[in-house]
């Protein structure tokens, strides 16, 4: 997949465990998971905004584009 | 991706299920009262020939007293096929709102029972519209010419080819909607 989803890393520098970031942003650790591991087809901005509020980071330091 | 390899993701159709809950029990009890009702009321008039032959007697407005047993056996396979695919309905239909009553709504199980209630639907439409001559030839061929009867369709026919059809046509409608639903789920 083109777009990497560099959610762990961020958790990973955050200190934070998926389970809280779940509960902070409302949705269940489940689709947390299949956040980090890039299996969806797409993430809301409403998503995006409560990630990036409650990790204190940007929308590029959580998805990142790389040519094939 | 494919409808079955995409990934499980949490989802919630309770508001929805909530919605329709009183509808989907009530078309699951009317569709069972249905059945039971049109299957006692066949029952009652075909349970015996003399029966058969006082009601279609006074339908055909002839006298069907000497009413051969092949004409009544035959009279009654009919009827029993005709049923078996009414009942066949109620049971897609049953299962068809049961889906919806466990929040299973944009699934593909539910899309397909949808489609086989449709498509039984239409069946039993044509299976009644054949059955119709039928019946009338086996209750009255023993009769002199002058005395068969043959009675073909009626609009009402049309009017359930027409809902058969419309939930035919619901089904491939909803298999999209499946579809979007999926792409929808793979968002968080």
New interface residues.
Partial sequence: MAIIVNLDVVLAKRKMRSKELAERIGITEQNVSLLKSGKVKGVRFETLEKICDVLQCQPGDILEYRVE | ?SLASA????TDNDGLRRRVAPLCHAIRWCAVIWIIWASAAALWVFGTPSRVAEHFGRVFNVDLSNLPASGYAMALAIVLVDLAIAWLIVAFVWRLFGHYLRGDIFSLAAVEEMWRAGWTGVAAVIADVVARPLLAYALTQHLVESQHRYFWTSPNDLLHLLLALFVVALAYIFRVGVEIAD?NR???
């Fill in positions: 991706m990934p499980a993701l949490h792409d793979q968002i968080v």
